[in-house]
């Protein structure tokens, strides 16, 4: 890990430089560009090429599609105790987002106009799961289950396959459990392009949604526009903000969680006001990575990816957590401390408070979608909500009444813009 203290003279620039992320790089942006271009030229043969030479699988262009019998097989080869725990945190996330329905209103305006609103679904969504070497079948959840909460008609979904073109069996079955039955094979800058623009054999959608790598989240910032994308999720990122009171062995461990995600490009900190603890995590962190599976792609996240701050107190760490805009902000400190940190922290994506609350727990089961806001863009932006699948359409009407009371402030702002066509059309009604 990188060693950083707030006193430092540089540290904002510091701070700043291990911040920056690699996506709208020229580099990203020129690659990204020549292969959206080429998808929205030729369709399904660009799609093709382009997958069989960056995911190494071979497809025709009638073979992009699961079928249902293939995500019916992956459903019934889970274990009881899968499908259990794959229904289980369903529920979890289903209700927490059913808080967040959205119900037509109207009412009256100072003038007595009725004026409202009303909320149709996004009539067709695109969700982009991440696979590979690890399958994200929480990410089906979190995308999935709000989306039908939200009453989107028509849900289609694209996972990348794997040199021999098959998907994740477990990514198959969590999809079938959501109800999900539109499944393409296709991943990547390939996917995103094929949801924009559509193809010979895929019908563009209207909304893209889910996290995604460096190329990934590019592409949906360059169709942006042509559809909708979601808040650009990218590469997973943790904050640790931690105190005297807090255990090594904790924070380590849950580092080492979000470090485990596969891209190479997770970012996670430490931040205490302990710089005792530094060593200690850094310790703890060496003991457990030998133990686990992944070790060798989390040591290179480690390398490159991993950042311990010492700050003089509480304040000057929040400092921090507000520039970082982390994903997830895991508060381990005094439980009496709980409150002014909910207040003062105004960026994270997600607070998961105390040392029995780690980031796991969000990422599978506790309600909330981990489709957080990554790379600072939690300063202006949230998590994934039910009200993202929303389109929502304001509802305004006048009666003679209401008109003669909005009369003299149409007239002046018709004069103060200099738009007598705009003061005309009110005054003809009368």
């Known amino acids: 890990m990188f060693l950083l203290s707030t006193q430092q003279p540089d540290f904002d620039a510091r701070l700043s430089a291990f911040c920056a992320a690699a996506a709208g790089k020229p580099e990203v942006r020129e690659t990204v560009s020549a292969i959206l271009a080429d998808v929205r030229a030729r369709g399904d043969a660009a799609v093709a090429e382009h997958t069989a030479r960056i995911d190494g699988a071979k ?16 459903e019934s080869a889970l274990t009881p105790a899968q499908r259990t725990a794959v229904r289980g945190a369903m529920e979890s996330v289903e209700t927490f987002h059913r808080m967040g329905l959205r119900r037509d209103w109207m009412g009256r305006n100072t003038q007595g106009a009725e004026v409202g609103e009303v909320y149709h679904p996004i009539h067709r969504v695109g969700l982009w799961i991440p696979g590979g070497s690890v399958p994200l079948v929480s990410t089906v959840i979190m995308t999935a289950v709000p989306a039908r909460l939200a009453g989107v008609p028509e849900i289609a979904v694209f996972t990348p396959p794997g040199r021999e073109g098959k998907v994740a069996p477990a990514l198959l079955a969590a999809l079938r459990l959501c109800g999900i039955t539109e499944v393409y094979r296709l991943g990547g800058v390939m996917a995103v392009g094929a949801m924009a623009y559509g193809t010979q054999t895929i019908r563009p959608v209207d909304k893209v949604f889910g996290p995604g790598n460096d190329y ?4 949906k910032r360059q169709v942006f526009g042509t559809i909708g994308v979601d808040l650009l999720p ?30 190479g490009k997770e970012k996670v900190y430490l931040v205490t006001t302990d710089a005792s ?12 990575l030998v133990t686990l599976s992944h070790a060798d792609k989390i040591r290179k996240v480690l390398e490159v990816g991993a950042v311990a701050i010492v700050a003089p107190d509480l304040c000057a760490a929040v400092k921090v957590a507000n520039y970082v805009a982390p994903e997830h902000l895991e508060v381990h400190t005094a439980p009496e401390a709980f409150e002014g940190l909910i207040r003062d922290i105004t960026t994270a994506g997600a607070i998961l408070l105390g040392r029995d609350t780690p980031t796991v727990l969000g990422d599978f089961t506790a309600g909330p979608s981990h489709t957080l806001p990554t790379g600072r863009a939690g300063r202006f932006c949230s998590g994934l909500r039910l009200e993202d699948f929303y389109r929502r359409t304001s509802i305004v009407r006048y009666d003679k009444t209401s008109l003669a009371k909005a009369r003299p402030i149409v007239a002046a702002f018709a004069e103060l813009e200099r738009l007598d066509a705009h003061g005309r059309s009110l005054e003809a009604r009368f």
């Not at 904050?239 to 596969?262: C, K, N, S, Y």
């Open 59 to 74: 497809l025709t262009a009638a073979e992009f599609r699961v079928p249902e019998a293939e995500l019916a097989a992956a």
């Open 216 to 219: 990934v989240i590019e592409a």
């Open 234 to 263: 990218g590469p997973s990122e943790v904050m640790i903000l931690a105190d005297a009171t807090a255990e090594p062995a904790l924070i380590a461990a849950d580092l080492l969680a979000q470090a485990e995600h596969g891209s």
């Open 277 to 288: 603890l530094v060593a200690k995590v850094e310790a703890a962190l060496q003991q457990q």
